[in-house]
């Protein structure tokens, strides 16, 4: 797996100072993409030690976001598992294109991740931000048994979110 950028981010997941890691090679192309750059497989290798260095370099955040990673969601688990046991004062969220976790279910732990939207960006619809869109992020809940998705979209719409 391989990303193209990265970048100090205030607004992907709600009330976090990210590190949104931008992963290239996606595989859903959603017709609407802004990030169309992200659809080639290029750019550096994405691993433990790169990640690494990058949260090493990234004073101060509080979540690591990854942003992609559609083609494959084993190795993304790995990697949010990976930054849980190593920096477990960090949270992480995984931006997918796909619009069902279920198909993810054998692949994906929610207990390695704080946060997951999920759905194909539909310009007919809007980004998160507006209240029409078709997209969802959940923050998961691991107090209760089975780590609940709870749907925080509504967040996104409102005054209230730096």
Known sequence: MKYITHDIVFQEFPSETSLA?????????????NSKWLWEDKGET??????????????????VGFMGGDQNPAYINALAEYVKTKYPK???????????????????????????????????????????????????????????LVNITKEFTSNDVI
């Open 46 to 63: 994405l691993d433990e030690l790169s990640l690494d260095r990058l949260i090493e370099r990234s004073p101060g955040i509080t979540c």
């Open 90 to 148: 960090l949270k992480v969220g995984w931006y997918s294109g796909r619009d069902d976790l279920d198909v993810y279910s054998k692949k994906t732990e929610l207990k390695n991740f704080d946060y997951i939207k999920l759905g194909r960006f539909d310009i007919n619809f809007g980004p998160l931000n507006e209240p029409t869109t078709n997209q969802r992020l959940y923050r998961i809940d691991h107090e209760d048994v089975g780590n609940k």
């Open 21 to 33: 890691i931008s992963i290239s090679g996606c595989p859903v192309h959603c017709p609407d993409c």
